[in-house]
C-alpha cells in the first residue's frame, strides 16, 4: 500500500533537547512538507521541499531545520532554539501536478516536559 | 501573505444539513480545497474546486465558490455523526506547490 508514515505517534522530550521526527513516503511524490498544528490555528507551514536536496523555509521555521537527502524522506529536527515546541506535526507529500492533493501522515504529539 | 479565515465551531443535528464557510484574501487563487481531520490523525482530501468554477457536488457535498465575495463555502447533507471532525479549507496561492490552510472548523453532530 502506497502512503506516508510518520514516527513516533507520541514523542517526549526533556527541555533543551534536540529531537528529530521521522516522514517517509512510498508514492514517488516530488514535494514534501511539515505542518504544525496547535489548537484554533490551524496549519502552518514550517518546510517544505519541491525536490530531493533542496528546501524552503515556510512560514514559521525559526528553531527548526530539515533535511531532504532521499526522495522518500523528509525527517523534521526541532531544536532547543524552537521556543514553544509542543504541538502536534504533521507532515505531507504531493506529486505538484493537476490539483496538487497534498496527502498527509498521521501525525506525531510533540510533548516537551 | 494569504490570509485564510474560519468560524471556529459548528454544531448541528444529526441528519441535518451542515455549511462550513471559508473566507480569503488572495484573488489569484487556482484550487481551493476542503480536507477533513478526525481526531488525532492526519488530513484527507474531501474535495476540490478549480477557480473558473461556480460550484460542485459529489454526493452529499457541495462545493459553492463565490469568487467576488471570496468566499467558499461546503454544505453537507444529510450529516451524521462519522461526519464529527475538523474541516479545512485550504488554496494555493503564490508559489504553484505551496498551500494556505485556514484555520479549520470543528463541526460536532448531534445525535
Known amino acids: 500500500d502506497g502512503g506516508i508514515t510518520q514516527s513516533p505517534k507520541y514523542l517526549f522530550r526533556k527541555e533543551g533537547q534536540n529531537v528529530t521526527l521521522s516522514c517517509e513516503q512510498n508514492?514517488?511524490?516530488?514535494?514534501m512538507y511539515w505542518y504544525r498544528q496547535d489548537p484554533g490555528q490551524g496549519l502552518r507551514l514550517i518546510y517544505y521541499?519541491?525536490?530531493?536536496?533542496?528546501?524552503q523555509k515556510g512560514d514559521i521555521a525559526e528553531g527548526y531545520s530539515v533535511s531532504r537527502e532521499k526522495k522518500e524522506s523528509f525527517p523534521l529536527t526541532v531544536t532547543s532554539a524552537q521556543k514553544n515546541p509542543t504541538a502536534f506535526y504533521l507532515c505531507?507529500?504531493?506529486?505538484?501536478?493537476?490539483?496538487?492533493?497534498?496527502?498527509f501522515g498521521p501525525g506525531t504529539r510533540l510533548t516537551v516536559l | 501573505g494569504e490570509d485564510v479565515e474560519q468560524s471556529l465551531f459548528l454544531s448541528v443535528r444529526e441528519g441535518d444539513s451542515s455549511v462550513i464557510n471559508c473566507t480569503y484574501t488572495?484573488?489569484?487563487?487556482?484550487?481551493l480545497y476542503w480536507y477533513k481531520q478526525e481526531p488525532g490523525a492526519g488530513l484527507q482530501l474531501l474535495t476540490y474546486i478549480f477557480s473558473n468554477m461556480d460550484m460542485k457536488q459529489d454526493q452529499r457535498l457541495t462545493v459553492l465558490l463565490n469568487k467576488k465575495d471570496k468566499h467558499l463555502s461546503l454544505r453537507i447533507a444529510d450529516t451524521q455523526t462519522g461526519d464529527s471532525a475538523i474541516y479545512f479549507c485550504?488554496?494555493?496561492?503564490?508559489?504553484?506547490?505551496?498551500?494556505?490552510f485556514g484555520t479549520g472548523t470543528k463541526l460536532q453532530v448531534i445525535p
Open positions: 508514492l514517488n511524490h516530488d514535494a
Open positions: 505531507a507529500s504531493s506529486s505538484g501536478i493537476s490539483y496538487n492533493e497534498q496527502f
Open positions: 485550504a488554496l494555493v496561492s503564490g508559489g504553484y506547490q505551496k498551500v494556505t
Open positions: 488572495d484573488s489569484s487563487s487556482t484550487y
Open positions: 521541499s519541491q525536490i530531493v536536496n533542496d528546501f
